[in-house]
């Protein structure tokens, strides 16, 4: 008994002070809206209802533009982002390039000046790790060792880009029922590309198809006169490592 005496001492107390609690709350708000009219409270309720639609509006649109963004980015390539960067930074390479042209200074040289020793030593290093050509090993490695070299030599038109997108319009990216194949017409300019490259390419060719001497003695190994090459290039590379299985099947002597 002499426990639970000072239990109910202690709850009734904490009942009489949230009783006040309350009451001066009450009597705080009754003060408070003293003074006011039903028709001002009610318009001083629709002015907050009315920002809270605001700013609810504002937060649905803000979050369509960040679901539409976000949809953008799950859409493009893995590799956009450094796709981008090395596209804007060949735009600022060719205008620097234009610069220097029309001060009638040597570009390459403006850029050393520029470059850091830390950054050329980097740069030493990067090009040795590149894989160098060592030489014909097949028609296909040379074939895309080619088609490497010509699409480093390509540099963006945004401008046409954005000519081309105004033009075809939704066709821009064709879908299964869009018919502009075969209209697309290519620049002058374009021609022009296409044809000095190609006139490169046959002068470079030009200078290493020099005709070596014919010997009438020599075995015919050959069916025509790109395999003659490829069985030359074979011989010269594996020649010595074959030599004795060739003397053997000549002499009928091989195993």
Same mark, same amino acid.
């Given at each position: 008994?002499?426990? @639970?005496?000072?239990?109910? @001492?202690?709850?009734?107390?904490?009942? !009489?002070?949230?009783?006040?609690?309350?009451?001066?709350?009450?009597?705080?708000?009754?003060?408070?809206?003293?003074?006011?009219?039903?028709? +001002?409270?009610? $318009?001083?309720?629709?002015?907050?209802?009315?920002?809270?639609?605001?700013?609810?509006?504002?937060?649905?649109?803000?979050?369509?533009?960040?679901?539409?963004?976000?949809?953008?980015?799950?859409?493009?390539?893995?590799?956009?982002?450094?796709? *981008?960067?090395?596209?804007?930074?060949?735009?600022? $390479?060719?205008?620097?390039?234009?610069?220097?042209?029309?001060?009638?200074?040597?570009? =390459?040289?403006?850029?050393?000046?520029?470059?850091?020793?830390?950054?050329?030593?980097?740069?030493?290093?990067?090009?040795?790790?590149?894989?160098?050509? +060592?030489?014909?090993?097949?028609?296909?490695?040379?074939?895309?060792?080619? %088609?490497?070299?010509?699409?480093?030599? @390509?540099?963006?038109?945004?401008?046409? %880009? $954005?000519?081309?997108?105004?033009?075809?319009?939704?066709?821009? =990216?064709?879908?299964?029922?869009?018919? @502009? =194949?075969?209209?697309?017409?290519?620049?002058?300019?374009?021609?022009?590309?296409?044809?000095?490259?190609?006139?490169?390419?046959?002068?470079?060719?030009? *200078?290493? !198809?020099?005709?070596?001497?014919?010997?009438?003695?020599?075995?015919?190994?050959?069916?025509?006169?790109?395999?003659?090459?490829?069985?030359?290039?074979?011989?010269?590379?594996?020649?010595? %490592?074959?030599?004795?299985?060739?003397?053997?099947?000549?002499?009928?002597?091989?195993?």
């Amino acid at each position: 008994m002499d426990v @639970i005496l000072p239990v109910f @001492i202690r709850v009734a107390q904490a009942m !009489s002070t949230s009783l006040t609690m309350a009451s001066c709350s009450v009597t705080s708000a009754t003060a408070f809206g003293e003074g006011q009219t039903p028709s +001002q409270k009610k $318009e001083e309720r629709l002015l907050k209802f009315r920002d809270l639609h605001l700013k609810r509006n504002e937060a649905r649109k803000l979050n369509h533009q960040e679901v539409v963004e976000e949809d953008k980015r799950l859409k493009l390539p893995a590799n956009w982002e450094a796709k *981008k960067a090395r596209l804007e930074w060949e735009v600022a $390479e060719d205008a620097k390039k234009k610069e220097c042209a029309d001060k009638g200074e040597d570009y =390459h040289r403006v850029k050393l000046l520029e470059i850091t020793a830390d950054d050329a030593e980097r740069f030493e290093r990067k090009k040795k790790k590149k894989n160098p050509d +060592q030489g014909f090993a097949g028609y296909a490695e040379a074939q895309f060792r080619q %088609y490497q070299r010509l699409t480093k030599q @390509i540099r963006p038109d945004f401008e046409g %880009y $954005e000519k081309q997108r105004e033009e075809c319009g939704v066709d821009f =990216h064709p879908t299964s029922n869009s018919l @502009i =194949h075969g209209t697309h017409v290519p620049s002058k300019d374009g021609i022009d590309r296409m044809v000095d490259d190609v006139e490169k390419q046959i002068e470079k060719r030009a *200078k290493y !198809s020099r005709r070596r001497a014919y010997n009438d003695d020599a075995d015919i190994d050959y069916i025509n006169e790109r395999n003659a090459k490829f069985n030359k290039k074979a011989e010269r590379f594996y020649g010595k %490592y074959t030599a004795e299985i060739k003397q053997n099947l000549e002499r009928g002597t091989a195993v």
